[in-house]
């Protein structure tokens, strides 16, 4: 008999990444591409992802076939019945179908839809979460986008279309005047997502209150090289605007954390995504935060904060652990 294949995919605001691996889901047969990802149309991103997996399929002569089913994470909101994607702050369109135009080029294979945050905590979930940390276990996502996903009390959550964590859109500041991607105010991913950071410290340049002048440096005094990487690497230095940019990131993020953990009263949270090449700046005071002063943001006991050692490459680990957990009908999605 023919070997047999599971397919992760994972879309987001900035890369696609499509994986392909056997069905044990031994991580040394995983096989992977990422790609940047287009916003010509609302079918650039199925295209792109039939594209990857035939190239992939074809490099590694395994035939349609052989493969157990196809998971696809990608930022929310979504609708995991219809396979589309609505109302999302970074991809471009309103709606975004991929189930369908997926389905023309792959129609015998099984297709499973998850939010990207919803994935993180899947692939936490397999690939590294301690035994005592399974069943009540949180993943967040610092990208471009914030989200999560949550597992308590051994279920995963999906909620009525599976966005049961759209976390980055808690509003953390209600009376703000700090616009989110949403087309809200003061949502948690409008100050501490790298979109928010990178928005919020030209917000304040055009305030011109603080001094910016290491930040103007660092972009050669071009407004519109700034990303939240120059912004924690000039607060990192000393500059003021971006101290106060990076110090509100970690505050909503403290806030956030807080709710998760008031809603969920969770063992462990995960910390993942782009943003996380800067943790020396997050976590930190994350960690400090919640072990001497919790009270201050949640009214249970804290849980452990942790980072998760595959960085961005969660939720695409998510896709492929979502199929298996399909396939065994595991009971944290039964
Ligand atoms: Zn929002």
């Known amino acids: ?55 992939l399929l074809s490099e590694n002569d395994i035939k349609q076939d052989q493969i157990l089913g196809i998971g696809i994470a990608t930022a929310g909101p979504l609708n995991i019945i219809k396979g589309e994607v609505f109302n999302n702050a970074n991809l471009g369109f309103r709606v975004i179908p991929l189930k369908k135009p997926i389905k023309e080029i792959f129609p015998e294979i099984p297709m499973y839809f998850i ?7 899947l692939g936490v979930h397999f690939f590294e979460a301690e035994d ?10 610092m990208s471009t ?31 703000s005047i700090a616009k989110c991607n949403c087309g809200a105010y003061g949502c948690w991913e409008a100050y501490s997502s790298g979109t928010g950071v990178r928005n919020r410290a030209l917000d304040a340049l055009n305030e011109g209150e603080l001094n910016a002048e290491l930040l103007m440096q660092i972009v050669d005094n071009a407004k519109s090289h700034i990303t939240a990487k120059e912004v924690f690497q000039a607060a990192q230095n000393g500059d003021q605007l971006s101290k106060k940019i990076i110090d509100d990131c970690v505050f909503y993020t403290k806030v956030g954390i807080g709710l998760v953990n008031s809603y969920y009263d969770c063992t462990s949270i995960y910390f993942g995504g782009a943003m996380m090449k800067d943790n020396q700046q997050i976590i930190p005071p994350l960690i400090e935060q919640f072990e001497k002063d919790p009270i201050r943001f949640t009214v249970n006991h804290p849980p452990k904060i942790k980072l998760t050692e595959y960085k961005d490459e969660i939720g695409l680990r998510g896709a492929l652990a979502l199929v298996k957990y399909k396939i065994e009908n595991h009971k944290i999605i039964s």
Do not use: Q
Request: overall charge negative.
């Open 1 to 55: 008999m023919d070997e047999k294949f599971i397919v992760g995919v994972d879309i987001g605001g900035t890369w696609v990444r499509v994986a392909i691996c056997t069905a044990d889901l031994n991580e040394k047969n995983i096989k992977k591409r990422i790609t940047a990802t287009l916003k010509e149309n609302e079918y650039s991103i199925s295209k792109t992802v039939c594209e990857i997996l035939s190239e």
């Open 132 to 141: 005592n940390e399974k069943d009540n276990l949180v993943y967040i996502s």
């Open 145 to 175: 986008g914030i989200g999560g996903g949550v597992i308590c009390n051994g279920h995963l959550l999906l909620g009525k279309e599976g966005n049961a964590a759209e976390i980055g859109h808690a509003l953390v500041e209600p009376k």
């Open 115 to 121: 939010n990207d945050g919803i994935a993180g905590v």
